[in-house]
């Protein structure tokens, strides 16, 4: 006789409970197997398009990497010519300034921003409320003139840029812009 651990109604009922559960399964298609393969390689097919996905990411991602790079020295070398040009101009009207780029990490809301001071005053941000109108013409116009060397184009154009200029800054900005004209500047 065989040593047994639990009675014979325990072991009725758990071969119910594994028939009941046997005859759920008891209406398979003959086609799951089928089913099975096509599914397996549709699922590895995906997979596969993931993997593919997910280096072209990498390698996108590491163009616009290079591209920003790339992009950054181009904008701070064409600034630093700029600025300097800037400051020049800025000591002929007895200013002193810079421009600088803010938000270089992100190209979409990168932007210059133009600080200027006059009669001795440390810059400050180009604004309506920290210069007066003449010494924020003289800025804007002293900032165009030093961006002309690096913009190709036909002609160029700019109305009543003098009007709150005092005499001395209206003279010495005419004066650079004859310059400019005649490539001297």
Not at 22 to 37: C, P
Not at 150 to 155: G, L, N, Q, Y
Request: charge should be negative; hydrophobic fraction near 40%; aromatic fraction near 8%.
């Amino acid at each position: 006789r065989i040593a047994v651990l639990r009675s014979p109604y325990e072991i009725i009922d758990e071969i119910r409970i594994i028939d009941g559960r046997l005859s759920a399964m008891a209406d398979v298609s003959e086609d799951v197997e089928k089913m099975y393969e096509s599914y397996s390689k549709l699922y590895f097919e995906l997979k596969e398009k993931a993997r593919v996905a997910a280096e072209n990411r990498e390698k996108t991602l590491e163009e616009i990497k290079d591209r920003m790079e790339s992009w950054r020295n181009i904008v701070n070398s064409l600034l630093e010519s700029v600025n300097n040009e800037y400051r020049n101009i800025l000591l002929q009207v007895a200013g002193e300034g810079f421009v600088r780029l803010i938000n270089e990490n992100d190209i979409e809301a990168a932007g210059l921003e133009i600080c200027v001071g006059f009669k001795g005053s440390q810059p400050v941000q180009l604004n309506i409320y920290s210069q007066s109108g003449g010494e924020r013409s003289t800025a804007t116009m002293s900032f165009l003139l030093a961006l002309q060397k690096h913009i190709k184009s036909p002609f160029r154009a700019i109305d009543e840029y003098d009007v709150h200029m005092d005499p001395r800054n209206r003279e010495a900005i005419a004066n650079l812009l004859i310059s400019a004209v005649k490539g001297e500047g």
